[in-house]
């Protein structure tokens, strides 16, 4: 009895903590943009992971299809395709060039619209 008293001790106050700090953080990954030039730019420089891991936690359209094209340039056209459909599009019929001037035109209209 004392060792399961000291188990739910010991624990509770953990699972408080790791729950009021998950969900910060998910308060704050929602309450927060996505940095559109910032992937783009960690792209350009080849950094998919680092590129990846930003737009990742983010549902919006222009997220959507930044997450599409890491995925076009990763090779998994089947991962692509799914964040295309996220997006409400369709992979497009161009190259990765074109696909990455397309996406920085949409980015500077997005932030021209804030």
């Not at 940095?35 to 680092?50: I, T």
């Not at 930003?54 to 997220?63: A, F, G, I, K, T």
């Not at 959507?64 to 089947?78: I, K, P, Q």
Request: glycine fraction near 4%; proline fraction near 3%.
């Amino acid at each position: 009895m004392e060792g399961r008293l000291l188990k739910t001790t010991l624990t509770l106050p953990f699972s408080r903590a790791y729950g009021k700090l998950y969900a910060e953080l998910a308060l704050e990954s929602i309450n927060m943009a996505c940095d559109y030039f910032q992937v783009l730019n960690l792209a350009k420089e080849g950094k998919w992971h680092q590129a990846h891991q930003l737009v990742q936690p983010h549902s919006d359209e222009l997220s959507c299809l930044l997450h599409a094209y890491l995925h076009r340039v990763e090779g998994d056209t089947d991962n692509a395709s799914y964040w295309y459909r996220r997006a409400g599009s369709t992979m497009p019929d161009n190259d990765l060039q074109a696909e990455f001037l397309r996406l920085s035109s949409l980015a500077e209209t997005a932030r021209n619209h804030e």
